[in-house]
């Protein structure tokens, strides 16, 4: 039960957009750190910052006013000119920024958090009365005995490990102090949006060389998925006034039916059936994307999250890194935003940590001291192009090859067959990480192998570019939406199966004479690219019924191959739904033709390693075989 009785739908308003508020506050304070003179930059980060107080104290969130009025303090302090901004004091506040946040975490689930950990207050109090930096850093740093989890990060009292020592503390202490609130059933007002304890708005406190945060940085936490969305109000009148055109259509097509029923079935009466369904397919297909441009929403909110997160990370290793964000307006399913989070926090950790080099050897090599790091979102065609960029060192292929044979992860003759290319994709691979020891931001060969997985889930593709010396890109491409998914419908053994365009690079005609056998498999040669060639029929475990006479040339992951079937149905656009109570390999979903009939949807991925699992191989005889 919540403890903001009759005040639930306040607390979530002012959470939604105090949040947002507050990551607005984190970007416009990094910014800050690099021109210190912007006023006009401080006042917006005090508007901020007073307006999340403001809500907080129409609440009655007394820990949350006290913790914002201490900051408020610092940053009037630095308006007036009586303290100057530095990389410590900005630690200072930001680390009140993310107990704040930890605060909105508990707010979430109707629980009134408990006072911000002595240690932040402290710091705050010392940093406002002028009181020596190293001093403060020792303050905050100081091990509570409330705390004993922080310990281990005591032991060398800087800057860098100041999160380590207070946020864990915080996430615990918090609730601390209020039992009876604690103590609460963890089932508030609106539940299924929030994590069922406290402390999971971070990771767990023993462990955080998992997210690895130099500082209150909750943004980058992989965390519960919010049910509510923001919609335009001019897209919602749009879906209305379609909703009404659809609905005279409707009854036009009723009187329509009603005259040929009576045997009304003259030339005007045929041509107004024709012309009244052509409108009715018309405003489906307008309605059909209104609806789904609710579910749209700009990226730039998940976007806002990573500059802090570069930043904090970048003095933990006592790197220059900026980061710079474009496209943020790019519009992008909501669902498939929030599914970004994890691997879009990977890729910008990998690139400040493994991308960028150290200060003394990008000074070394005649590079600028700052790194840059850029995150850019465009829309290309029905998909998004994400890609992260840096300057940095580079890949070197033949050392990610040698790595891989180090670590057991490939064999001696399957690297040599490896080009640059496939080389880059090495680093997806379970387990592999250019990392000889294990450091509390890196090094367990987990990652990029997340990352892979979780962009195929939203029918995505990444891709690498890397020149060594130079630096990295890294593309994502993603569909718009994970609603409707364009498919190319195939048939195989007289049976239509949908197969996901966006793993389809092109369509060929096979000739008999082209397939070469290689290794006992048989191949085609595609503008010097040796590809596997795979039916469709054989990866279902089905005897082919004639000779496939087409090719799908398609990419899987960091594989590409060609994939025989008998014939093409065309491309769609298709509503994928689950199957009940069954879950076949290598089968997503189905969805029904125009025809109305069923046509199964493949998962390609399950379906080929489904089949490298069985072993399963097409010999040359059965592919050519009548």
Not at 348 to 355: E, K, L, T
Request: a negative charge; proline letters at 7%.
């Amino acid at each position: 039960m919540s403890e903001f009785g009759g005040m639930e739908e306040l607390l979530q308003d002012f959470l939604m957009e105090s949040t947002d508020l507050l990551s607005d506050v984190d970007n416009k304070l990094v910014e800050l750190e690099k021109r210190p003179e912007d006023k006009a930059l401080l006042n917006d980060i005090f508007r901020g910052f007073h307006t999340i107080k403001g809500g907080a104290g129409f609440l009655n969130v007394i820990p949350m006013v006290n913790l914002c009025h201490r900051t408020e303090n610092l940053f009037d302090k630095l308006r007036n000119g009586e303290l100057h901004i530095s990389s410590e004091v900005m630690d200072v506040i930001l680390d009140a920024t993310g107990i704040v946040r930890d605060m909105f975490g508990t707010l979430g689930q109707g629980l009134m958090p408990g006072d911000a950990d002595p240690r932040i207050l402290s710091a705050l109090d010392a940093a406002l009365a002028g009181q020596p930096l190293a001093e403060v850093a020792a303050q905050a740093a100081a091990p509570a005995p409330a705390a004993p989890q922080a310990a281990p990060a005591a032991g060398s009292p800087d800057w860098n490990q100041l999160y380590q020592a207070v946020a864990p503390a915080a996430a615990t202490a918090a609730p601390a102090p209020a039992a009876p609130q604690a103590a609460a059933p963890a089932t508030p007002a609106r539940v299924e949006a929030v994590p069922p304890a406290p402390a999971a708005a971070k990771p767990p406190a023993p462990k955080p060389a998992q997210q690895s945060k130099p500082s209150g940085n909750a943004p980058a936490a992989s965390g519960p998925q919010e049910n509510t969305i923001r919609i335009d109000t001019v897209r919602l009148d749009m879906v209305l006034n379609l909703s009404g055109e659809i609905g005279l259509t409707k009854n036009r097509l009723t009187t329509l039916r009603t005259e040929i029923l009576q045997g009304n079935r003259d030339t005007n009466t045929l041509r107004s059936l024709d012309e009244a369904i052509s409108q009715l397919d018309l405003l489906v297909g307008d309605l059909q994307n209104a609806v789904m441009k609710t579910r749209m929403q700009p990226i730039g909110r998940l976007f806002q999250k990573y500059p802090r997160l570069a930043r904090d990370l970048a003095r933990q290793l006592g790197k220059e890194v900026e980061l710079v964000l474009s496209g943020e307006e790019t519009e992008l399913d909501k669902t498939m935003i929030e599914d970004l989070n994890d691997p879009l926090v990977h890729l910008v950790r990998n690139a400040v940590d493994h991308g960028i080099e150290s200060l003394e050897d990008r000074i070394a090599s005649g590079k600028k001291p700052q790194a840059l790091v850029q995150l850019t979102a465009e829309q290309v065609g029905d998909h998004i192009l994400i890609e992260i960029t840096d300057d940095g060192k580079g890949m070197n292929p033949d050392a990610l090859r040698r790595k891989a044979i180090e670590k057991g992860l490939i064999d001696q003759e399957t690297a040599n067959s490896l080009d640059e290319k496939q080389c880059l994709q090495l680093i997806f691979l379970p387990g592999f990480s250019t990392k000889d020891q294990i450091s509390s931001v890196s090094g367990r060969g987990v990652g990029m192998d997340v990352v892979r997985t979780n962009i195929q889930k939203l029918n995505g593709r990444i891709d690498i570019n890397s020149v060594a010396g130079e630096g990295t890109r890294i593309s994502i491409s993603l569909p718009l939406t994970l609603a409707i998914l364009p498919v190319l419908v195939v048939r195989a053994c007289n049976q239509p199966f949908a197969v996901p365009l966006a793993m389809v690079r092109e369509i060929i005609t096979i000739d008999s004479s082209a397939i070469q056998e290689v290794s006992g498999k048989p191949t085609i040669v595609v503008r010097d690219e040796i590809l596997p060639l795979k039916t469709l029929a054989g990866l279902l475990g089905w005897a082919p019924t004639q000779k496939p006479y087409f090719g799908v040339l398609m990419q899987s992951a960091e594989k590409s191959f060609i994939l025989a079937i008998d014939s093409f149905v065309g491309r769609d656009d298709v509503v994928i739904k689950p199957l009940q109570n069954i879950r076949p390999k290598g089968v997503a979903g189905a969805t029904l033709s125009g025809d109305g009939s069923v046509v199964l949807v493949l998962d390609m991925e399950d379906l080929l390693a489904s089949s490298e699992s069985n072993n399963t191989t097409v010999r040359t005889t059965d592919v050519i075989a009548t």
